[in-house]
Structures are given as structure tokens and as C-alpha cells.
């Protein structure tokens, strides 16, 4: 279906205000997004698409749904505008923010905002995204811009983080771990070193072997007990990260 203009309800789902206040930007004469053809309407009974900002908090969670469900069947769009409405962005674990699904601690790739609940058309991310990024976005509703990336799927033997990547995510989690134990001085230099050895090892029998050496060098105690906590720490990531992609890939089988 192709629209010629689109009429727009602005939803707000627990958002700063930061998104909102370039929703109204574009509106302005600067912008004039209405010669798109794109009207804000004061009511989801008139409107083709949401223009959602928030995390989606709980305290919104039903009026958003009932915004939702009052639009007419067809075509019923949704816009997530801003970090928070297309991933959760800083609030994505937030007590405060409403689960769909449990969520996971090494999920990739992400899901959370506006997704949680909603089928989103079109994201548009930013901290708040500028107005040329909204306009953009509303211009590739309408197919009078081309998209710069086209999708890629992956294959459910492609579906593993890449090295570089897994080895991001078990330094972020290991260094809350391990200043916990040692503090940030000693525990950040003490995590450089295990990471050298991470690199070096290809099995974890290569790493626990490695460790122990490493062990041996070292007089401080206390270092000694950071080096044991972290191949403790680094197995647990493993076997989390090893779990997330058996559940995933159960679910693309039952998906197929």
C-alpha cells in the first residue's frame, strides 16, 4: 500500500522529552515536514502511523495499547523515534520498563522499546535523532528516498558472535566483576593481562593451564585470587553465551 501522506499520532512512552522536542522541530516552518505530506492529528482513531518515543514504561504500557488498537486496521504503522523506542537504550534493563519476554544478559541482537510490543515499520535511532534523520525516516515510508543498507539474514550456523564481539561483551562483564573483587586500579590491570591470555588459549583446558602459570609469577596473593576468579567468571560467560545460542536457534527451528 502506498501512501501519498501520512497522518501521525505522537506517543509518548516514558521518554525525557529530548525525541519529542525534535518531533516538534520538525514541524516547524524550518522543516515543514507537511509538505511530505505528513500532518500531526490529535487523536489515534485518525492517524496511519505512531511516532513513539520512550522506553515503554509500565505506567504506559496500556495506554499505549489502547492508542494502538483504536488506529484504524489499515495500514496501522509505527514509527520508533529515539534509542530508547527502538532498543530500551540506557533504561533496557530498567525495573521500570515493561518485559514482553524475559530478557537475557548476552542477547543478540538486542530487542527491547517499542519492539517489546509493537510491530515497528520504521526505526529511527538517536540521542534524540536530528530532524533531517526523522525527515529521512518519514521520506522512506513514503518511497521518496532509497534505503543506504538493505537487510541481511543469517543462517543459523552464521547466528555466533564474532570474536572480536564475544570478547567485548566478556570484558564489559568481566570488569564488573572483578573490580568488585580487587577495585578498579588493580582488578581493570589484573583483566588486560587474563584477556592476553584469553587470546593466546584456544581451549579452556589451553586458558586454566595458562592461568596456572601465570599464578606461579605472580607473589601477590590477592592477584592470584583475581586471576582464579576470573577463569571462574570467563567459564560462566561461556557456558551463558552457549546457552542463548541454543535457545535462539531452537526458536528459528520452530519459526521455519
Same mark, same amino acid.
Given at each position: 500500500?502506498?501512501?501519498?501522506?501520512?497522518?501521525?499520532?505522537?506517543?509518548?512512552?516514558?521518554?525525557?522529552?529530548?525525541?519529542?522536542?525534535?518531533?516538534?522541530?520538525?514541524?516547524?516552518?524550518?522543516?515543514?515536514?507537511?509538505?511530505?505530506?505528513?500532518?500531526?492529528?490529535?487523536?489515534?482513531?485518525?492517524?496511519?502511523?505512531?511516532?513513539?518515543?520512550?522506553?515503554?514504561?509500565?505506567?504506559?504500557?496500556?495506554?499505549?495499547?489502547?492508542?494502538?488498537?483504536?488506529?484504524?486496521?489499515?495500514?496501522?504503522?509505527?514509527?520508533?523515534?529515539?534509542?530508547?523506542?527502538?532498543?530500551?537504550?540506557?533504561?533496557?534493563?530498567?525495573?521500570?520498563?515493561?518485559?514482553?519476554?524475559?530478557?537475557?544478559?548476552?542477547?543478540?541482537?538486542?530487542?527491547?522499546?517499542?519492539?517489546?510490543?509493537?510491530?515497528?515499520?520504521?526505526?529511527?535511532?538517536?540521542?534524540?535523532?536530528?530532524?533531517?534523520?526523522? $525527515?529521512?525516516?518519514?521520506?522512506? &515510508?513514503?518511497?521518496? !528516498? *532509497?534505503?543506504?543498507?538493505?537487510?541481511?539474514?543469517?543462517? %543459523? =550456523? @552464521?547466528?555466533?558472535?564474532?570474536?572480536?564481539?564475544?570478547?567485548?561483551?566478556?570484558?564489559?562483564?568481566?570488569?564488573?566483576?572483578?573490580?568488585?573483587?580487587?577495585?578498579?586500579?588493580?582488578?581493570?590491570?589484573? $583483566?588486560?593481562?587474563?584477556?592476553? &591470555?584469553?587470546?593466546? !588459549? *584456544?581451549?579452556?583446558?589451553?586458558?586454566?593451564?595458562?592461568? %596456572? =602459570? @601465570?599464578?606461579?609469577?605472580?607473589?601477590?596473593?590477592?592477584?592470584?585470587?583475581?586471576?582464579?576468579?576470573?577463569?571462574?567468571?570467563?567459564?560462566?560467560?561461556?557456558?551463558?553465551?552457549?546457552?542463548?545460542?541454543?535457545?535462539?536457534?531452537?526458536?528459528?527451528?520452530?519459526?521455519?
Amino acid at each position: 500500500m502506498k501512501l501519498r501522506s501520512v497522518w501521525v499520532f505522537h506517543l509518548n512512552t516514558g521518554a525525557c522529552n529530548g525525541c519529542d522536542i525534535e518531533i516538534l522541530d520538525v514541524l516547524t516552518p524550518y522543516y515543514d515536514v507537511e509538505r511530505l505530506g505528513v500532518k500531526l492529528v490529535s487523536t489515534p482513531r485518525h492517524a496511519h502511523a505512531l511516532l513513539v518515543t520512550g522506553p515503554l514504561t509500565r505506567q504506559s504500557y496500556y495506554a499505549a495499547k489502547r492508542a494502538y488498537e483504536a488506529m484504524p486496521p489499515k495500514p496501522r504503522i509505527v514509527i520508533a523515534i529515539g534509542t530508547c523506542a527502538c532498543s530500551g537504550g540506557i533504561f533496557y534493563n530498567s525495573y521500570a520498563v515493561r518485559r514482553e519476554s524475559e530478557r537475557l544478559g548476552l542477547e543478540y541482537p538486542r530487542a527491547g522499546g517499542t519492539s517489546e510490543f509493537l510491530p515497528v515499520d520504521v526505526y529511527i535511532p538517536g540521542c534524540p535523532p536530528r530532524p533531517e534523520e526523522i $525527515l529521512y525516516g518519514l521520506a522512506l &515510508l513514503l518511497g521518496i !528516498a *532509497e534505503k543506504k543498507l538493505s537487510p541481511r539474514h543469517y543462517r %543459523e =550456523e @552464521e547466528f555466533v558472535l564474532p570474536r572480536t564481539q564475544f570478547k567485548a561483551w566478556v570484558e564489559v562483564i568481566l570488569k564488573a566483576r572483578i573490580r568488585k573483587e580487587l577495585g578498579y586500579f588493580d582488578g581493570y590491570k589484573l $583483566l588486560e593481562r587474563f584477556m592476553e &591470555l584469553v587470546d593466546v !588459549a *584456544e581451549t579452556p583446558e589451553a586458558l586454566k593451564r595458562l592461568v %596456572e =602459570e @601465570e599464578k606461579l609469577k605472580e607473589k601477590d596473593s590477592r592477584l592470584r585470587y583475581g586471576l582464579d576468579k576470573l577463569y571462574e567468571y570467563y567459564l560462566e560467560v561461556v557456558r551463558t553465551y552457549e546457552d542463548i545460542l541454543s535457545q535462539k536457534r531452537r526458536v528459528l527451528r520452530v519459526q521455519k
